[in-house]
């Protein structure tokens, strides 16, 4: 650290960050964690989103989980948009991971060439 404008500029990533792993009735992406997940290539895919999300500056939730049982099909990311069913991705890469936030969460478009799963609510 050279100067209190790079502290304020750290300062100022990190409560982005934080801002962004808050739920409060907002849509929430959660990206498989799990070794598979992490072999397959999930950190890239977190951290396009992430990239995504602070390029178009909307308010979403970003978490991660462990596995959840469909190794084969990894990266997986949910999606939850609040008050609609669960979907989840899989196969996902970087440019769909772009994609999913484009048109799944700015637009409320679903992707069902990615789609493997729906959980209703």
Same mark, same amino acid.
């Given at each position: 650290?050279?100067?209190?404008?790079?502290?304020?500029?750290?300062?100022?990533?990190?409560?982005?960050?934080?801002?962004?792993?808050?739920?409060?009735?907002?849509? #929430?992406?959660? !990206?498989?964690? @799990?070794?598979?997940? =992490?072999?397959?290539?999930? +950190?890239?895919?977190?951290?396009?989103? %992430?990239?995504?999300?602070?390029?178009?500056?909307?308010?979403?939730?970003?978490?991660?989980?462990?596995?959840?049982?469909?190794?084969?099909?990894?990266?997986?990311?949910?999606?939850?948009?609040?008050? #609609?069913?669960? !979907?989840?991705? @899989?196969?996902?890469? =970087?440019?769909?991971?772009? +994609?999913?936030?484009?048109?799944?969460? %700015?637009?409320?478009?679903?992707?069902?060439?990615?789609?493997?799963?729906?959980?209703?609510?």
């Amino acid at each position: 650290m050279k100067s209190l404008k790079e502290l304020s500029e750290l300062k100022e990533k990190f409560e982005k960050d934080l801002r962004t792993r808050n739920t409060d009735n907002k849509p #929430e992406m959660i !990206i498989g964690m @799990g070794t598979c997940g =992490i072999a397959a290539g999930a +950190r890239k895919i977190m951290s396009a989103i %992430i990239e995504e999300i602070n390029e178009r500056d909307i308010e979403v939730s970003v978490s991660q989980t462990g596995c959840i049982g469909m190794c084969e099909k990894e990266p997986l990311v949910d999606v939850q948009m609040p008050g #609609e069913d669960r !979907i989840t991705y @899989g196969g996902v890469s =970087i440019e769909d991971a772009k +994609r999913i936030v484009v048109e799944h969460l %700015i637009n409320g478009r679903i992707i069902e060439d990615l789609v493997i799963a729906k959980l209703e609510k």
